[in-house]
C-alpha cells in the first residue's frame, strides 16, 4: 500500500513537471515530438545528471513508466489545451509535491550508495534531481534557465535536503526522514509563493 | 571488405554531420576553433551522449580518426566555401547515410551490451546517436535546436531503430537487420522530405 | 610546502573562473543563487566533463573546498562590486594562471588513468579542464560560448597540453613537466592578449 502511495506520487511529479516542458516548448513552437522529448527532459533531466554524476545508469532506463507518463502529459495538453489555463492552480501544486518527491529521492539514493557520500553531496544530488530539469528544459527551448532569476524553487530544494540529512544523523526512521523532508519542500515553497519571497539580485557593475 | 564500407560509410556520415556544423558555426561568425569544435560535437556529440548513458568510454576516445574525419571537413568547408551551396543536394544524402549508419551502430551497440537493455532502451539509444549530436550542435551556437521544430528526423530514427529490433526479436542475422535498418531510416528521411511530410506543431495556449 | 603552494595556486584558478562566472551572471540579472551556480558551474564545469569522460567521479564530490571557494568568489563580488572593474588586470592574471594550473591538472589525471589514454586523448582532456568550465557558464547565462568566437583561449590550453605530453614522452619528471606545461600556457595567453592574437573567422558562404 505504502508503495503505490509513493508510486503514485511519482506519476503525479512526473506528469506535472512534464507538463511544464510541454507547455514551453508549445509557446515556442516546436512540433509534437520537440515538445514530447522537452517534456520528458524536464521530468527526468535532474534524476538522470544526477545518477550520471553518481555513476550509475539512469533510472529511466530501468522503467518504461517515465516515457509512458511523459506521453499521458503530452496528450493531456494537446486534448486540454483551452482548460490548461485554469488549471494552473492545480498544476503548481502537482509541480510542488513532485519537487518533494523529487528531491528525497536523491538524497536517498546518493546516501544509500557504497561510496558513502558526505552529507553535503547528499543535499546537492536531492537538488539536482528537482531542480535541474527545468534547467536542461530552459536550455532545449534556449531562454535563461528561470530558477536563476525568479522564486525560491532551489533553496526549498537545499532545505529540504539538508532536513533529510539531518533526520538521518539523528537516526530517524528512513520513511519518517522522507516524509519531514518532502513536507519542508513543499512548505517552503508554498510559503515562498504565498509571501512572494525571493532572493536578492545581484547588481550590476 | 565488408568492414571496409563500413568505415566508409562512417566517414560519410562523420564528414557530413562535421560539415553541418561547421557551416553552421561559420553563419554565426564562429572563429577556426569554434567551428571545428561544434564540427567535432555535430558529429560525435549523439554517441558521446549514448556512451555516457550506457557507462561506457566515449568511442571516440578509442580511435582519432573522428578527430580527422573533421578536420577534413573543416578543410573542405574553408577551401570550397563557394562551391558548397551547389552540393547542398549530395550533403543532404551523405547526412540521411550518415543518420541511418549512426541508428543502427548505436541500436547495435546498445543491445550487444551486458546490461541487456530492454528494446525501447535500444531505439531510444539509436534515435540519441543519429540525433542527439545536431541538438548539442544547436546549443552550442545557441539557437533553438532544429529538430523539435522542422521535418521527419528523429521519427526516422525512431522508425530504423524500431526495425532493427524487430529484426532482432524476429532472429534475423545481424548484418541483415543492420542494412534493413539502415535503409529504412534512408527512406522514411528522403520520404519525408520529398513530400514535405512533418509533425504537427503544438498549438498555443 | 609544495603541496600547499598547488593548493593555493588552485584557489587562485577556482576563484578567478568563478568570479567570471558570477559577473556574467549578474550582467543577466540572476538572483544569488543563480549567479552562485553559475560561479561553481564555471569553476568545475571543464573537470566535470572530464571526469565523466573518463568515467571517474567529478573531483568536486570528493572536498568541498571548491564550494567554499565559490562562496568566497561570490562574497567577494556581492561586497567589492564597485571595485571589480579596476581590479580587472588582476583578475586576468588569475584567471590565466587558473587556466594552466586546470590543463596541466587535467592532463595529469589523464595520463594517470589504467586506460592509458592516448596522448591526442591526454591533450583533449587538458583543454577541456581549462576551457569547457567557461563553455557550460555561457550555455547557462544562454550566450553563444565566448571562446568560439574571440582570443587565443582554447590554443593556449591545446599548446599547453602538448608540451606537456611531449616532456612526459621525453621522460622529464612529472613535476618539472607541470611546471613547464602550465608556463607554456600562461605565456601563450598572455602573448595573445598582448598582441590582440586571435584566429581567422570562418567567412559566411
Same mark, same amino acid.
Given at each position: 500500500m505504502? #508503495?503505490?502511495?509513493?508510486?503514485?506520487?511519482?506519476?503525479i511529479?512526473?506528469?506535472?513537471?512534464a507538463?511544464s516542458?510541454?507547455?514551453l516548448?508549445?509557446?515556442?513552437?516546436?512540433?509534437?515530438?520537440?515538445?514530447?522529448v522537452?517534456?520528458?527532459?524536464?521530468?527526468?533531466?535532474?534524476g538522470?545528471i544526477?545518477? #550520471?554524476?553518481?555513476g550509475?545508469?539512469p533510472?529511466w532506463m530501468?522503467?518504461?513508466?517515465?516515457?509512458?507518463?511523459t506521453?499521458?502529459a503530452?496528450?493531456?495538453?494537446?486534448?486540454?489545451?483551452?482548460?490548461?489555463?485554469?488549471?494552473?492552480?492545480?498544476?503548481?501544486?502537482?509541480?510542488?509535491?513532485? #519537487?518533494?518527491?523529487?528531491v528525497?529521492?536523491?538524497?536517498n539514493?546518493?546516501?544509500?550508495m557504497?561510496?558513502?557520500?558526505?552529507?553535503?553531496?547528499?543535499?546537492?544530488?536531492g537538488?539536482l534531481?528537482?531542480?535541474?530539469?527545468?534547467?536542461?528544459?530552459?536550455?532545449?527551448?534556449?531562454?535563461?534557465?528561470?530558477?536563476?532569476?525568479?522564486?525560491i524553487?532551489?533553496?526549498?530544494?537545499?532545505?529540504?535536503?539538508?532536513?533529510?540529512?539531518?533526520?538521518?544523523?539523528?537516526?530517524?526512521?528512513?520513511? #519518517?526522514a522522507?516524509?519531514?523532508?518532502?513536507?519542508?519542500v513543499?512548505?517552503?515553497r508554498?510559503?515562498?509563493?504565498?509571501y512572494?519571497?525571493?532572493?536578492?539580485?545581484?547588481?550590476?557593475?
Amino acid at each position: 500500500m505504502e #508503495l503505490r502511495f509513493v508510486d503514485f506520487l511519482e506519476f503525479i511529479g512526473t506528469f506535472a513537471f512534464a507538463i511544464s516542458g510541454i507547455r514551453l516548448a508549445s509557446a515556442k513552437h516546436f512540433d509534437w515530438f520537440g515538445a514530447y522529448v522537452v517534456g520528458f527532459a524536464t521530468a527526468v533531466g535532474g534524476g538522470t545528471i544526477r545518477d #550520471l554524476l553518481l555513476g550509475v545508469t539512469p533510472f529511466w532506463m530501468h522503467s518504461s513508466s517515465y516515457l509512458i507518463f511523459t506521453a499521458i502529459a503530452f496528450f493531456f495538453v494537446v486534448l486540454f489545451r483551452k482548460a490548461l489555463v485554469r488549471l494552473d492552480d492545480t498544476f503548481f501544486y502537482f509541480d510542488t509535491i513532485g #519537487l518533494g518527491l523529487f528531491v528525497v529521492v536523491g538524497c536517498n539514493k546518493t546516501l544509500q550508495m557504497d561510496a558513502h557520500y558526505a552529507y553535503w553531496v547528499v543535499v546537492i544530488m536531492g537538488m539536482l534531481t528537482g531542480a535541474a530539469g527545468g534547467v536542461l528544459r530552459d536550455i532545449l527551448i534556449n531562454e535563461v534557465p528561470l530558477i536563476f532569476r525568479k522564486e525560491i524553487y532551489a533553496l526549498a530544494c537545499l532545505f529540504g535536503g539538508t532536513v533529510f540529512c539531518i533526520c538521518d544523523a539523528m537516526g530517524v526512521a528512513t520513511v #519518517l526522514a522522507q516524509i519531514i523532508s518532502a513536507v519542508s519542500v513543499v512548505i517552503i515553497r508554498l510559503l515562498a509563493v504565498k509571501y512572494h519571497l525571493c532572493l536578492p539580485v545581484l547588481k550590476r557593475e
